[in-house]
């Protein structure tokens, strides 16, 4: 079964020398812990307190927003560009993927937050070399992050540029959350850590929808330090405003009924010329008066003059 498969392959690799631990073990040990996250997740489900929709446009509650998903991810997928040489070589274009275990990120307090999100990685994974190749190759290594909340029904994608922190910096940033990957934790000789420097994020739940008509999400840009709102949600659509009350003007002589577009061109009674008349007894403007119906329409009166 499956926990008894996982257990086997624990042991196997936490009780091994780091020498024993191959790529193949290593692997299927990560593939094996994050399906149990991701059983264990929906086993357990997520408390998703979402109170009303999002503002759309305050950053600050939007990132809140993207920090309930990551936590509800638990786990996200980064995808780096193929490496140029070597025996899983791709395309320029080619881009490869692989499910990662992020360091939670602190809280949300303001559009400054989310400056790094770190990633544990394995000095011998090709995610490792193809980040050190794109630097060497290109000078700067972009990568796309994925969290998809599958029982919160929402994600985040992130982009952003990826290095390899420094080795007192991995230290500085181990998380527990790693232990089952690396026997002696951050000083395991293989441990190693990703820096993702995000600059561009878009998001969709259930309670932060951009409501466009072209489908974009909701996007934020990381510049100078701070997250700002580039595309925005679609505002909801104004009230239109109530029509006006309807009115009729009538001759009180000839019972004729001013008509908007007959008589008068199409302009309301209170536009028309001070020398407009009748347009059948030719009784004067002055002489009609205004007249509130019980059901609330207005009605100009043609009162005669004596």
């Known amino acids: 079964c499956f926990d008894s498969g996982y257990r086997i392959v624990l042991s196997q690799v936490l009780f091994a020398s780091p020498a024993a631990m191959t790529r193949s073990s290593f692997s299927r040990l990560r593939a ?11 086993s357990s489900g997520h408390d998703h307190d979402f109170r009303g929709l999002r503002d759309a446009n305050n950053v600050t509650e939007l990132l809140v927003d993207a ?51 770190y990633i544990d990685t394995n000095k011998l994974s090709r995610k490792y070399m193809e980040i050190q190749g794109a630097i060497s190759e290109q000078g700067v290594a972009r990568g796309n992050l ?47 850590v990703i820096r993702f420097q995000p600059d561009w994020l878009e998001m969709a739940s259930a309670p932060t929808q951009s409501g466009r008509a072209d489908w974009l999400p ?27 009350p309807s009115s009729k003007w009538t001759c009180s002589v000839c019972m004729h009924v001013y008509d908007v577009q007959k008589d008068g061109g199409g302009k309301a009674f209170e536009d028309l010329p001070s020398s407009w008349t009748c347009p059948v007894c030719g009784a004067p403007k002055s002489a009609y008066k205004k007249t509130v119906l019980t059901d609330g329409t207005e009605r100009w009166v043609h009162e005669e003059l004596v």
């Open 32 to 42: 094996l812990i994050l399906v149990a996250g991701f059983a264990t997740s929906a």
């Open 218 to 244: 909701i996007s934020l840009r990381r510049s100078l330090g701070e997250w700002a709102v580039v595309v925005p949600a679609v505002p909801p659509s104004p009230t239109p405003p109530s029509p006006r």
């Open 67 to 117: 920090q309930r998903i990551m936590k509800g991810a638990v786990n996200a997928i980064l995808s780096t560009h193929a490496l140029s040489t070597g025996p899983s070589a791709g395309y320029a274009s080619d881009i490869n993927s692989r499910m990662m275990s992020p360091k939670p990120v602190s809280d949300m307090t303001s559009s400054g937050s989310l400056p790094l999100i």
């Open 146 to 192: 994925l969290y998809y909340d599958r029982d919160g029904a929402g994600y985040v994608a992130f982009r952003g540029n990826l290095s390899i922190a420094g080795e007192s910096e991995a230290k500085r940033q181990w998380w527990d959350g790693w232990s089952p990957f690396f026997p002696q934790k951050e000083n395991t000789s293989f441990y190693a």
